[in-house]
C-alpha cells in the first residue's frame, strides 16, 4: 500500500515532468517560412422575413349543363379555392397586393371550332375580412348576356380581378393574413355548339404593386 507521502511526492513528480516538457519544447525553433491554416467554418440561417403567395384548391374544375334554353345552351361550375397569404413582417405602407383571372379560348379535342373565352364568365364569393381590406371582385358575365353592371359583358378573356387588397384610405397596409374565395363559372354557347369536349385554361396571377 502506498503511504500518504509518497502519493503526495508522486503528484509532484508529475507537474515537475510536465513543467520540464513544455519549458524544452520552447528550445526548439520553426523553420523559417513553416506556415499552417484553420479552416473556419459557420453556417448562418436565412432569417425569415415571410411571404405573400397564392394558392389554388385544384387544378382542374368542370362545367355541366344547366340552365339551357332554345335560344343557347349554359354551362355552370365552381372555381376552385383560391387563396392569397400574407405573412410577411414588414410591408411598407401603400403595397398593395391583387389576384386576376384569365381565360383562353375552349378548344375542342376532336377539332371543333373553339368557343371564346369572352363567353365564360364568373361571380366571384363576398370575403368576409374583419378589417375590411380585402374585397372579392365584380361580375363578369358572357359576353352574350345582357350586362348586369356597365360594360360587365367582356367575359374573362381579358383578365379580371378576383381577390384584391382594397385601398380605401391613404394608410392601407399589407397586413399579414390569410384570405380565400371562389367563384360561380358560366359558360354561353350558341344552341348549334358542335358537341364533344373542350377545355380552357383559367390563369390566376397574383400581382403586387404601389401607388
Known amino acids: 500500500m502506498i503511504s500518504k507521502g509518497a502519493a503526495v511526492r508522486c503528484a509532484v513528480g ?31 440561417a436565412a432569417v425569415e422575413h415571410g411571404a405573400l403567395s397564392l ?17 343557347y345552351r349554359q354551362f355552370t361550375g365552381t372555381l376552385p379555392t383560391v387563396t392569397v397569404t400574407d405573412t410577411r413582417t414588414d410591408v411598407p405602407e401603400g403595397v398593395y397586393w391583387y389576384v386576376v383571372g384569365q381565360a383562353g379560348d375552349f378548344v375542342g379535342t376532336a377539332g ?29 358575365v358572357p359576353a352574350s348576356d345582357t350586362p348586369t353592371l356597365p360594360g360587365n359583358n367582356t367575359g374573362l378573356a381579358s383578365g379580371e380581378d378576383l381577390l384584391f387588397l382594397s385601398l380605401d384610405s391613404a394608410a392601407a397596409q399589407a397586413a399579414q393574413g390569410s384570405w380565400s374565395t371562389t367563384a ?28
Do not use: C, R
Not at 350558341?190 to 369536349?197: C, D, K, L, R
Open 112 to 140: 371543333q371550332p373553339v368557343i371564346p373565352a369572352t363567353q365564360l364568365g364568373w361571380t366571384p364569393a363576398d370575403v368576409f375580412d374583419g378589417a375590411g381590406e380585402v374585397g372579392g371582385g365584380g361580375e363578369v
Open 55 to 71: 394558392t389554388v384548391e385544384n387544378t382542374e374544375t368542370t362545367l355541366t349543363e344547366t340552365g339551357t334554353t332554345a335560344e
Open 14 to 44: 508529475v507537474v515537475g515532468g510536465l513543467m520540464l516538457a513544455s519549458v524544452g519544447s520552447l528550445a526548439f525553433a520553426a523553420d523559417p517560412g513553416d506556415s499552417s491554416g484553420v479552416d473556419v467554418k459557420v453556417d448562418i
Open 184 to 211: 360561380a363559372l358560366k359558360l354561353k354557347t350558341p344552341a348549334n355548339v358542335a358537341p364533344g369536349s373542350y377545355h380552357s385554361l383559367l390563369t390566376l396571377s397574383l400581382f403586387e404593386d404601389t401607388y
